[in-house]
């Protein structure tokens, strides 16, 4: 199973970026995915995750700026970040848990997106 992130870049503040995350290979089913992210010489948090059913979380530091959304045929999730702010520059990273070939679901991980925003 493959995490694979796109969609960061530069950007100026107060403006708008999407990423996007596929999950390939041998996949039974999918439950809750995430968006994390890792700022330099800071830890990894969590930015926002999604159940199967497509309930939504967010950590305080994004409400109301960013939408976590996914498509299950698809085996994709995605996070619509308005508003940024210079602070929300981090590597983001997708996660997933996936039933495969194992007998009991595992976290996968993206290769990370770098999203840089300017003031």
């Known amino acids: 199973v493959q995490l694979q992130a796109s969609g960061g870049g530069l950007v100026q503040a107060g403006g708008s970026l999407r990423l996007s995350c596929a999950a390939s290979g041998s996949i039974f089913s999918i439950n809750d995915m995430a968006w994390y992210r890792q700022a330099p010489g800071k830890q990894r948090e969590l930015v926002a995750a999604i159940t199967s059913g497509g309930s939504p979380k967010y950590a305080d530091f994004v409400k109301g700026r960013f939408t976590i959304s996914r498509d299950n045929a698809k085996n994709m999730v995605f996070l619509q970040m308005n508003s940024l702010k210079p602070e929300d520059t981090a590597v983001y990273y997708c996660?997933?848990?996936?039933?495969?070939?194992?007998?009991?679901?595992?976290?996968?991980w993206g290769q990370g997106t770098l999203v840089t925003v300017s003031s």
């Open positions: 996660n997933a848990g996936v039933y495969s070939d194992l007998p009991y679901e595992y976290g996968y």
